[in-house]
């Protein structure tokens, strides 16, 4: 018993412990480096943004109800989100990038609003690509959100209020920033755009953003070490 303590206390040992320790992060890490490489499996984006909350890794999914890979991906990031911990933010961006997608992405900032949208979100999906319901239009949306209380009128003062409009504006020219080509589209932490390719699974998708949610919390780790 003896013995066994001196070595704990032992410098040389205590430094070799170390040693494999980082040996072994470095080994993790240049295998992710491997897995996950810039220009194949994410870009760097040429125009980075600014995140919503700073001190917090930002994961943004941008998307259009009317998208069925965006419907499909919903269960995923549900998923996803769930596991995270503290420091990454998850916010998804109703991207109006072609002229009727527009309704839609003020009926996320509608819903928004009323504090309904963990439940209108999902139903709305559904709604449209399960139900094949035709809800395209600003009057077909406020029929659908009748059925969770929300009269035509109340619906119609918030579709076309200056705070959702302004929303609309802005998360389309976000997307314009990014030169997004499509949805979904995952932006991490305001500079990387992971890279969708056939073949690749969601699943698949969500491993590049943990593998860049990492790369940003190691990097502010070091920033703040150096502090």
Known sequence: ISKMKNDTNNPIKSTLVALIALCAALCSTLLQAETFREGVDYELLQQPGKVEVPGKIEVREFFSFSCPHCFRLESFTTEWKAKQADDVNFIMTPAAMRKDWEPLAHAYFVADALGKLETIKPDLFEAIHVK????????????????????????????????VRVKVRQATALAKTYRLRGVPAIVVNAKYLVKTQSGKTFADLLDVVDFLVDKERAASKVALSEQ
């Open 132 to 163: 094949n319901k035709n809800l395209y239009t600003q009057a077909d949306l406020a029929g659908f959100f009748k059925g969770y209380g929300v009269s035509e009128d109340d619906f119609n003062k918030l579709y076309n209020s200056f705070s």
